[in-house]
């Protein structure tokens, strides 16, 4: 008997666990024995030793992307560093543009954002990607207006792994003085950053993509030129007013010790995630009509995201419940849509329903793989043996012909 | 989400799963559904020369609840008439498999399925 945690974690871009090193950091600044202070407070010791371990986290933080200290801002996720930074920006710039340049591969948190800005009288372009899931830095270029004020292009897609090139795509808006917003909350740890050599204005982070805790994240705002910011929490004037509320030490410190942890283990890590990644692929590329989501060379390492041809996802996903993994398809909620990403790819709607999106990290085992490999197959061949389109596939029928009752 | 365990029985072990030939005159084929939507459900129907649904078929595309509800209706109308088969409601195979909500049109699906089956095999008797 193997002793195989069912089911298997294969879903690490939803979510990592805490790394045990980093929860009993965590773990001392809760407890009366512990460090519980508040880092504002200033006349006392609990205070002083909160925002000593708050300053180690912020430098911790800072360097994994070489940045000042001075530089990261605390929130509460990725998706409030992505409403501070592009509604930041949008409201403090106002005067010189309302013109916003994004793809339409983002996360949510970006996409809505920019709608809500779209309500507020602002106008946003939203750019097709290519095929293979990266911006054209031509294309990216061509949209650049003179009331540009932001540019907002993620640094490696949730769902297909793809790294955009975001030191190019600097090189064309601190010319033109737009200012440049990255989501990096799927690349910190992953794909080495560094922030003296992008010309990256605003950078999202996460702290639980990453073995640190939900519920923190951080925003990187340059000092040099400065980016300036309209906060959108208003308060104490905490995180030199950029972003107000007390600073949850023990997530901060969690978040530190997570990206302090990235920094010396990334090489490894990355490594093993490659070898897991080309493990799997491996095993499955020579079944009939799989196809890869996203470019393959351009890839963090630890993201497969694969569409086996005329299975529909959920009815996949059920399958493989002893896999934690997620589907492209956005069945499982109320909408019947197929996922925005891959339809943005140009993916035909049997792909684009037929996805599953599997994605590794530091705790993920070889012996993890060989199981969803087997598993994976035998699933597959019978949902194939249950799906009319298979047979019609196999009787040379092209689907792309078939006039569907639509329903 | 939550399957009723229903579902999950006709999911994990499918009734009557299978295709016939489409040209044979016993026989009725119902495709309906579309890719774009995520699901797609053949259902065929042999019909006998007194007019009772002898077997069915099929296969489906969609999904556990779009196969359930398609392994459910085959289960159904063998030995019903034609009629007796076209009376049966999506709403009596959302009941029984307790399907939620968001996961009715399945049964809807079911329903124009064994009614586009009945018309093809109408079609081919005249």
Redesign the interface.
């Known amino acids: 008997m193997s002793n195989r945690k069912l089911p298997v974690y294969l879903d690490y871009s939803a979510t990592t666990p805490v790394d045990p090193r980093v929860a009993e950091v965590m773990c001392s600044y809760l407890t009366p024995e512990g460090n519980f202070g508040n880092a504002a407070s200033r006349s006392h010791a609990y205070g002083w030793a909160a925002d000593e371990a708050i300053k180690e986290a912020r430098k911790n933080v800072a360097d994994l992307i070489n940045a000042d200290p001075k530089e990261i801002v605390w929130t509460s996720g990725a998706t409030e560093s992505n409403n501070l930074a592009i509604k930041g920006v949008a409201h403090f710039y106002k005067k010189k543009g309302k013109h916003i340049i994004t793809c339409k591969t983002e996360h949510k948190a970006v996409l809505d954002t920019c709608r809500q800005l779209e309500r507020e009288g602002y106008e946003v372009t939203y750019l097709d990607p290519e095929d293979n899931g990266l911006v054209d830095i031509t294309k990216l270029e061509s949209a650049m207006r003179d009331d540009t004020i932001l540019v907002s292009i993620m640094h490696v897609n949730n769902e297909i792994g793809v790294i955009q090139d975001i030191k190019a795509i600097g090189e064309l808006t601190r010319e033109r003085g737009i200012i440049f917003h990255v989501d990096a909350a799927q690349s910190a740890g992953k794909v080495p950053i560094d922030t003296q050599d992008v010309k990256v204005d605003l950078m999202s982070f996460s702290a639980h993509k990453i073995y640190g805790p939900k519920g923190m994240g951080a925003l990187y705002v340059q000092r040099k030129p400065r980016i300036r910011l309209e906060a959108q929490m208003h308060g104490g004037g905490h995180e030199r007013g950029m972003r107000s509320g007390t600073l949850a030490t023990h997530q901060i410190v969690g978040m530190g010790e997570a990206f302090r942890l990235a920094k010396e283990e990334m090489a490894a890590d990355n490594e093993k995630l490659m070898m897991l990644r080309n493990r799997l692929w491996d095993g499955l590329k020579d079944m009939e009509e799989v196809y890869i989501n996203g470019d393959m060379d351009q890839r963090v390492a630890g993201n497969l995201n694969i569409s086996f041809n005329?299975?529909?996802?959920?009815?996949l996903i059920?399958a493989v419940k002893d896999l934690a993994v997620s589907s492209g398809?956005a069945?499982?909620?109320?909408s019947?849509e197929?996922s925005y990403v891959l339809r943005a790819l140009g993916r035909?709607?049997?792909l684009a329903?037929s996805s599953i999106r599997f994605t590794f990290g530091r705790f993920s085992t070889t012996d993890d793989v060989d199981f969803t490999i087997e598993l994976i197959r035998s699933k597959v061949d019978k949902l194939r043996?249950?799906?009319?389109?298979?047979?019609m596939f196999k009787d040379g029928v092209d689907?792309s012909k078939v006039q569907?009752?639509?329903? | 989400m939550a399957y009723s365990e229903k579902v999950i029985d006709h999911y994990e072990n499918p009734r009557n799963v299978g295709s016939y030939d489409k040209s044979d005159t016993s026989v009725g084929t119902g495709m309906v559904g579309a890719p774009a939507c995520g699901d797609v459900m053949k259902l065929q129907i042999k019909v006998n020369a007194e007019g009772v649904i002898e077997d069915a078929k099929f296969k489906t595309y969609g999904c556990g609840s779009a196969i359930a509800s398609s392994s459910l209706l085959t289960e159904w109308v063998k030995g019903k008439t034609l009629e007796q088969a076209s009376e049966i409601k999506n709403t009596d195979i959302a009941e029984e498999l307790e399907l939620p909500p968001v996961k009715v049109h399945c049964s809807v699906l079911a329903e124009d399925a064994i009614k586009a089956a009945i018309d093809d095999f109408q079609g081919k008797q005249k």
């Open positions: 005329f299975v529909e996802g959920e009815s059920m398809s069945c499982t909620s109320a019947l197929p035909s709607d049997e329903h043996d249950l799906s009319p389109l298979w047979e689907l569907w009752a639509a329903h």
